[in-house]
């Protein structure tokens, strides 16, 4: 995927030309939207809203659930990649934090996940997508199971306070408190001081 592409994709996530409509106005999610259809929240992962008559109703999933609207309904974190961008205005293009094929583009606080030419992969280094065998595509992965004994834990992709965590094969969006940023080596999180951060 050329520079020209990622900069189309950019423009049209910034733009708000997106299947949910507007993305700074909630009340204009449900154009177009068939009656009895519920539309994912552009900012909330557990948020959704119900569309009747052009109209959006909000609504929230129960804790520990996300909004799948693929499936229209809260499901189980593990099975709806969801992510929250930190950045409320602007673009930012991040690595997916599992497939090097895809990238996340958060523009205005909304993210997208997008998917490179077949043969492509995302370079975090130019931010852009690269013939694979230029790419270090050596990303670690969530197992296809989880094991009791042993959690595992992904490095964040956009900040030094954010990791992953995963559960039943897919990453899980989390943060460290204010003040302290994830220490991948250790696996937990710590000072700023003490932390390595490689985001900076």
């Known amino acids: 995927m050329s520079t020209r592409t990622l900069l189309l994709l950019s423009f049209v996530a910034m733009t708000g030309l997106t299947v949910f409509g507007d993305p700074f106005a909630v009340s204009n999610l449900c154009v177009g939207v068939p009656d009895g259809y519920f539309v994912r929240d552009l900012y909330d992962c557990q948020a959704y809203h119900y569309c009747f008559n052009g109209t959006a109703t909000p609504n929230k999933c129960p804790n520990d659930f996300y909004y799948n609207e693929l499936k229209q309904l809260c499901d189980h974190q593990d099975k709806v990649l969801c992510h929250n961008c930190t950045e409320k205005t602007g673009v930012q293009i991040l690595p997916h934090p599992q497939n090097c094929t895809q990238f996340i583009t958060c523009s205005n606080g909304t993210s997208f996940i997008s998917q490179c030419e077949e043969g492509y992969g995302f370079d975090r280094r130019t931010q852009v997508c690269n013939p694979l065998k230029r790419v270090n595509c050596e990303q670690q992965q969530c197992p296809d199971k989880d094991d009791p004994n042993e ?18 094969g897919s990453p899980v969006q989390a943060f460290c408190a204010p003040g302290l940023y994830w220490d991948a080596n250790n696996k937990r999180c710590d000072l700023k001081d003490s932390v390595k951060c490689p985001l900076n």
């Open 151 to 168: 959690v595992v834990f992904l490095p964040g992709v956009e900040r030094c306070d954010e990791y992953f965590i995963c559960r039943g």
